[in-house]
């Protein structure tokens, strides 16, 4: 799975990227969630996700993207305080978003 440049503003390479992350985090997880991982699942509530697997999480997406660039602050934190979870699928709208608006390199990297 590439995660190329001219990938990068389509939607779907994103969230293929994405799930592809988060399967290779959780492939030995023992957690109780039984379904496939999709846009609604749920970080923290259906993966049983913790602090330090959000930044593992951040840290896998920033070498698969080769981009230590992106705002993830703006995704994890609103009104200065932590987001209690968030669904793929919003880590996903963010991260196209953010790849969409600022080329690799455009940004101080």
């Given at each position: 799975?590439?995660?190329?440049?001219?990938?990068?503003?389509?939607?779907?390479?994103?969230?293929?990227?994405?799930?592809?992350?988060?399967?290779?985090?959780?492939?030995?997880?023992?957690?109780?969630?039984?379904?496939?991982?999709?846009?609604?699942?749920?970080?923290?509530?259906?993966?049983?996700?913790?602090?330090?697997?959000?930044?593992?999480?951040?840290?896998?997406?920033?070498?698969?993207?080769?981009?230590?660039?992106?705002?993830?602050?703006?995704?994890?934190?609103?009104?200065?305080?932590?987001?209690?979870?968030?669904?793929?699928?919003?880590?996903?709208?963010?991260?196209?978003?953010?790849l969409s608006a600022a080329p690799a390199g455009g940004a101080n990297?």
């Amino acid at each position: 799975m590439s995660g190329n440049a001219s990938d990068l503003g389509n939607r779907s390479a994103i969230e293929r990227i994405v799930l592809q992350v988060l399967k290779d985090l959780t492939a030995d997880w023992d957690t109780d969630y039984a379904g496939a991982i999709g846009p609604d699942t749920r970080l923290i509530a259906d993966l049983d996700f913790e602090s330090i697997d959000v930044v593992e999480l951040v840290v896998s997406l920033e070498g698969r993207l080769q981009r230590k660039d992106l705002p993830f602050e703006k995704l994890l934190m609103q009104d200065g305080r932590y987001v209690e979870d968030m669904t793929v699928g919003q880590v996903v709208d963010f991260m196209h978003a953010q790849l969409s608006a600022a080329p690799a390199g455009g940004a101080n990297a």
